[in-house]
């Protein structure tokens, strides 16, 4: 089947303020208003979802946000919940980001708790796996990205698995400038798809989507995107300039 390309910005701790933010978003969305064939989505820091909400209704961005807990509500200070990102106009949410798992001690078990949050609030979640340099080089990256699949959306119902999101990202292209070659990436969302195939069924895997994560940028991501289970991009660094951004969004209605 044809999956749509979704191409997500993670704008990280990023920009430093509200009138960065504003820049930001007029940019993207006059950039971005004659490309109609890929979902675009943008995701802010928490604070910044109420105004990116204002600035982006009537336009077809859509809003998500980076991180979430599992409670509603309750005495966890310092916490954001689904429902409470609902509100504010998401669509989308980042699980289990490999800065969450390395910088913030999230492990599988604490993503396979925000997974059901989010689809409960009617968030669609976007879950991040991937191995590290040392993982892929002691040939153990399948294995890992197995593993983290499996625990994330172990018990979830297939209508649930049909919407979600994986997003691939090897850690070591994060942020570095090393992205995964197409060859590379494409072997592992083959990999995954056929884990869910194996798991669930043909049909779900055939539906949900998988993106790619990793140093995407204007000069790689036709050629990333054009790979038959390669669904969209998940981009952090090239995200925060409207330029290179839309020149991403673009590559991916070139090969949709
Ligand atoms: C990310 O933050 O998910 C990411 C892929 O970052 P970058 O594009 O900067 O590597």
Redesign the pocket.
């Known amino acids: 089947m044809a999956r749509t390309i979704l191409i997500a910005g ?1 704008w ?1 701790l990023n920009p430093a303020d509200d009138a960065g933010a504003l820049e930001l978003l007029r940019q993207l969305k006059n950039r971005l208003a004659p490309f109609t064939r890929t979902e675009v989505a943008v995701m802010p820091p928490f604070t910044m979802l109420h105004l990116a909400a204002q600035i982006l209704k009537d336009s077809r961005l859509a809003l998500g946000a980076q991180n979430l807990y599992w409670e509603a509500t309750g005495a966890f200070t310092g916490e954001i919940s689904a429902p409470m990102l609902k509100a504010a106009g998401c669509k989308y949410v980042i699980i289990g ?1 490999s ?1 969450r798992r390395q910088l913030f001690g999230e492990t599988d078990a604490t993503v396979a708790r925000k997974i059901p949050a989010a689809l409960q609030a009617g968030l669609v979640p976007v879950v ?1 796996v991937g191995e590290t340099l040392e993982q892929r080089e002691s040939g153990q990256a399948q294995a890992v990205v197995h593993e983290q699949v499996r625990q994330a959306l172990s018990g979830l119902p297939e209508a649930a698995l049909r919407t979600l999101v994986i ?1 691939y ?1 090897p850690v070591w ?4 400038g090393r992205n995964a070659t197409p060859e590379q990436a494409q072997e592992m969302h083959r990999f995954i798809r056929d884990l869910i195939t194996d798991t669930t069924s043909a049909a779900v895997a055939d539906e949900l989507r998988i993106l790619y ?4 940028k204007p000069d790689n991501a036709r050629d990333l995107l054009g790979r038959p289970d390669i669904d969209g991009a ?6 925060l300039k409207a330029e290179t951004f839309a020149a991403i969004v673009e590559s991916g209605e070139i090969v949709s």
């Open positions: 993670n990280k980001h800065e991040c997003a990202e292209a994060i942020g570095t994560g990793g140093s995407v998940l981009v952090g660094g090239a995200s």
